[in-house]
């Protein structure tokens, strides 16, 4: 590690011109990554994004490391299959709400599942950007759009609960209008072991402008945010308001009459129940928790693979291809 | 009075319910005959639902082997032998034995119960009126194997099971074999078992002695057939397939990877290579065919050597992945164990009608080098020089198989290790200006790996830059690369041997064209033609995507082109588009191998047409 140059953000940047819309959240979730790879100790051509199609998947294209722009949907299947043959490499799945909760939805909670020690960042716009604005997999109920003119039927992902049915190791949420929260979230998902899933609120200025304002909004975010940090009470708006547990029912109380921050809830991320249930704050009688939910220490599946095929030489020995050739019942002919 | 009447060649059905071990005593006669020095060829034929139900005409199975003193090219057409275990068996598989062939029954099987199942009128029982001409044994093997099982300590349900081996030990009595090669895998089989062991070992020998106590039985005996010296194994289509692919590796230094998604009648293929993990082989049961795909192409991305394994419908969905790998130029083994088709099909019949797919089946202008496999054992070198191809090359490639080859076996002279060739991916290593898309003059371009500092770059299905490999959209430039990827692909032909011809003059009235398993029963069609005087000759193609370079010249030397294909006229319609010559297809879609005969019959025709 002697002789190190020190890289900054702007080593990252690629050559290519970013053609994101203008105002696009998508800008600053790129500007947090590439200022914060340079922190995480990782050389750059050990870094490789891999992403599908939509707005977000032209990530690596801006990145000045390794990457491959796929097919839409498949990045978690193709980084799976990356990881499992260099397992050394830092891997970064780009997605979207379309691309990896909808044609992609199934490589996604086998990824989690499986626990492939790679970071999913899921760009959460709520609409389908690339194809010009219809709803996604995640728009709310009733939304109106090009392709659904009447309102959407049909009832949305609620993309941390998924991540957590399919028993992924690290879930958390961030929003791109929140820089340092999100460069803290990005860095803690590398140093996490197995599949760290991130949910990134984005907005979409020409498609869905606004629909996470409750929580980049100055004078909204104190009462909708829940900032959730490791030992610490659940409290939010300035202080004033918290969450108790009553059993297992969540209470919004304040912290004004007469609740004290020891009757609150305190985050725990190693307890997955609670996890669920934060994840289940999901609409507006519950403000929205940012953070970490959700993190466990389980064996990743690149490690278990190279184990086994460690077992097996220990118990065969190292395949020999004539051996292998002859098979178990050869005869000469003369 | 025993006598011993010497063959050059057998053919037996072994045929029974799904669940009577017919597979399993069709390949043990397989691997004795085989290590007695016989050439042989099989053919396994089963239903696709795992029980389907009992006694049954839909729940047969059966196992052909064809084997001799001389040169086996296929399972054999009508066979001398038929084992028919129930009612059901006989019924579906007398039609197409040879007349005054040999049948051993087992009347238990004729019981009320299963004459009805197997669609018999009432009353009707086909031992009571035995077609003359035929030697039957009614042999009483469920009531002689309960016999040979009152000394095992066995419950009553399971004594029954060993029937298939009362069975295989009377047919090693009449072919004069000993039960040696059998006794040692049931030794292997049950090591856990010792119970069932017995069982077996007992019905085995039973079924072997009651052949001794028949006073008035010919035994056979087939001399040792003149093979080439060297040292043989038996092997199947998907052993081999496999075993390509882990050789090709080797050979290149790369790691094996193999993601794939379970389907008949691949599977065989990943179970193989997920047994080889002290062979460094990383294999990948993926969520679906597309996952399986992009893994194997994400493990190209970072170096290794991705590889994965489909049926007809699996294919289809792998279909943009491969477009894709294409794009990207990165090396890709696509294997298609074809089954009948379209949609689910017939899974566990086979077909060639995946050809146009392989060729063509893909959005936009999508080259793709396909190799085709002609025999279970050239499994492996379709796998190996496909790998080659990839390697070299850097573009995925399909290799096609099919039902037949992937569960048929015949005797391999399997190369050393030492004597594969040596096969050299272009890995990019230095450091310096990199251009992802720069190329060599086959327009080939540098592989560079993850982890390699210095080289990073971006790769994508977007169409891209000439050298570069930024995002494009220019006219020109997208023009150009499509011409340049077409290119690359129609220069992997310059690899090619020369083509030659199987047998058969330089210049004929008629050239039999082939192509993937048809291979066998073209040459004893072929061969029994020329014997008969006519003017005929024979060639196999193994590249079908980029045809030979010499192919052209080699086709004007016929007058008429035969091609015969288990589809509806695929590889026809590329040959007529490509030579305009006169080629006519001999078509055959009903799951199963094309009989020598009706090829012959074919060439035939079309000599007397010409004339």
């Known amino acids: 590690m002697e002789n190190e140059v020190k890289l900054t953000a702007k080593d990252f940047s690629s050559d290519q011109e970013v053609k994101w819309c203008p105002g696009c959240g998508d800008y600053s979730i790129l500007k947090q990554m590439q200022s914060v ?13 891999i992403s599908g199609i939509g707005c977000s998947s032209r990530f690596p294209y801006y990145m000045n490391t390794y990457g491959m722009h796929s097919i839409h949907g498949r990045a978690p299947a193709i980084a799976s299959g990356l990881k499992a043959t260099n397992p050394d490499l830092s891997i970064w799945v780009i997605t979207g709400d379309g691309d990896g909760l909808s044609i992609g939805g199934n490589h996604l909670i086998h990824l989690l599942r499986r626990n492939v020690d790679l970071n999913v960042l899921l760009f959460n716009n709520q609409i389908y950007g690339l194809t010009k604005g219809q709803y996604s997999p995640t728009s709310e109920e009733g939304k109106r759009t090009k392709s659904s003119p009447l309102g959407s039927l049909d009832h949305p992902f609620n993309p941390l609960a998924l991540a957590l049915g399919a028993d992924a190791t690290f879930v958390a949420r961030s929003i791109d209008r929140d820089p340092k929260h999100l460069r803290d979230i990005l860095a803690k ?12 609120y984005q907005n979409c200025n020409v498609f869905n402008d606004g629909t996470f304002l409750n929580f980049s909004d100055k004078k909204l975010k104190d009462q909708h945010i829940i900032h959730l940090e490791e030992g610490q009470p659940l409290i939010f708006n300035q202080g004033k308001q918290g969450i108790r547990l009553n059993g297992l029912k969540p209470e919004v109380v304040s912290l004004e009459e007469g609740f004290s921050a020891n009757e609150l809830w305190i985050h725990d991320s190693s307890d997955a129940t609670k996890a669920y249930i934060l994840s289940r704050f999901f609409d507006d009688t519950m403000p929205r928790p940012f953070g970490i939910f959700y993190q466990e220490d389980r064996s990743s599946y690149e490690e278990q693979m190279i184990a086994q095929l460690e077992r097996a030489k220990e118990h065969m020995g190292e395949g020999d291809l004539d051996d292998l050739l002859r098979g178990s019942r050869s005869w000469t002919v003369d | 009075m025993k006598e011993t009447q010497a063959l050059r060649k057998v053919t037996i059905h072994f045929a029974g319910d799904s669940g009577d071990g017919i597979q399993l005593a069709g390949s043990q006669f397989a691997n004795t005959v085989a290590l007695a020095g016989n050439d042989l060829s099989t053919f396994p034929d089963f239903p696709a639902e795992i029980r389907a139900p009992i006694g049954t005409v839909s729940g047969v199975s059966g196992f052909q082997i064809n084997f001799g003193s001389e040169e086996i090219h296929t399972p054999g057409g009508r066979p001398d032998v038929l084992v028919a275990m129930n009612a059901a068996a006989y019924r579906k598989n007398f039609a197409s034995l040879k007349p005054a062939g040999v049948i051993i029954v087992d009347p238990a099987g004729f019981d009320k119960k299963n004459l009805r199942l197997a669609g018999y009128d009432d009353e009707e029982n086909p031992l009571d009126n035995k077609p003359a001409d035929y030697q039957f044994y009614e042999i009483e093997v469920t009531r002689l194997n309960r016999d040979a099982m009152k000394d095992v300590d066995i419950p009553p349900r399971d004594r029954d099971r060993s029937r298939n081996m009362f069975v295989l030990g009377f047919i090693y009595f009449l072919y004069n074999r000993n039960l040696e090669v059998t006794l040692n895998f049931l030794e292997d089989k049950f090591k856990t078992k010792p119970t069932v062991l017995e069982a077996n070992r007992k019905a085995l020998q039973a079924g072997y002695n009651y052949g001794d106590t028949i006073e ?12 080439p010296a060297g040292e043989y194994r038996n092997v199947t289509g998907n052993q081999a397939l496999a075993m390509g692919l882990i050789a090709a590796a080797k050979k290149s230094g ?18 193989e290579l997920a047994a080889r993990k002290n062979y460094g082989v990383k294999t990948f049961q993926a969520e679906d065919e597309i996952a399986a795909i992009s893994s194997a192409i994400g493990a190209s991305f970072g170096g290794a050597i991705g590889t994965t394994g489909t049926s007809g419908p699996g294919m289809a969905l792998k279909t943009e992945a491969l477009g894709l790998a294409m794009m990207l130029e990165l090396p890709l083994i696509v294997v298609n164990v074809q089954r009948g088709g379209p949609s689910t099909g017939l899974p566990t019949k086979t077909e060639q009608s995946d050809l146009m797919q392989a060729v063509y089946g893909r959005n936009g202008e999508t080259p793709i080098p396909v190799i085709a496999a002609s025999s279970p054992s050239d499994c492996f070198w379709a796998a190996y020089e496909a790998t080659r191809i990839a390697l070299e090359h850097m573009t995925p490639v399909i290799v096609l198989s099919d039902g037949y080859l992937a569960n048929s076996s015949e005797p391999w002279l399997f190369p050393k290790a030492a004597d594969l060739a040596e096969i050299k991916p272009p890995f990019r290593k230095e450091t310096g200006t990199y251009l992802p898309y720069g190329r060599d003059e086959r327009e080939v371009r540098e592989w560079a790996i993850p982890g390699t500092p210095g080289l990073e770059h971006r790769l994508g299905g977007l169409e891209k830059e000439d050298k570069t490999g930024n995002v494009s959209y220019d006219p020109e430039n997208h023009e150009l690369m499509v011409k340049t990827r077409a290119r690359k692909v129609a220069l992997v032909a310059k690899d090619y041997p020369k083509t030659e011809l199987i047998q058969g003059p330089d210049k004929a009235e008629v050239l039999v064209l082939g192509w993937g398993n048809t291979l066998g029963a073209i040459k004893v069609a072929v061969g029994e033609a020329i014997n008969q005087g006519l003017s005929v000759a024979q060639l196999h193609l193994r590249y079908i995507n980029p045809l030979p370079d010499d192919l052209g010249e080699l086709l004007s030397n016929y007058k008429r082109i035969l091609i015969p294909e288990l589809n509806d006229g695929q ?20 799951g199963k191998p094309f009989l020598a005969e009706e090829i012959l019959e074919a060439i035939k025709k079309m000599v007397n047409y010409g004339e």
Not at chain 1, 37 to 49: C, K
Not at chain 2, 258 to 270: F, R, V
């Open chain 1, 37 to 49: 790879v340079p922190e995480l100790g990782i050389e750059r051509e050990n870094i490789v994004f």
């Open chain 1, 189 to 200: 998902s590398h140093l996490h072991k197995g599949t760290s899933f991130i949910e990134v």
């Open chain 2, 216 to 227: 008035a039985i010919t035994r056979y005996r087939i001399e040792k057939a003149k093979l």
């Open chain 2, 254 to 271: 790369l790691e094996l990877f193999y993601g794939s998604y379970p389907i008949t009648p691949a599977s065989d293929i990943l179970h």
């Open chain 2, 571 to 590: 590889l026809v319609r590329i040959i007529r588009d490509k030579y305009l010559v006169q080629a006519d297809v001999l078509d055959k879609i009903q």
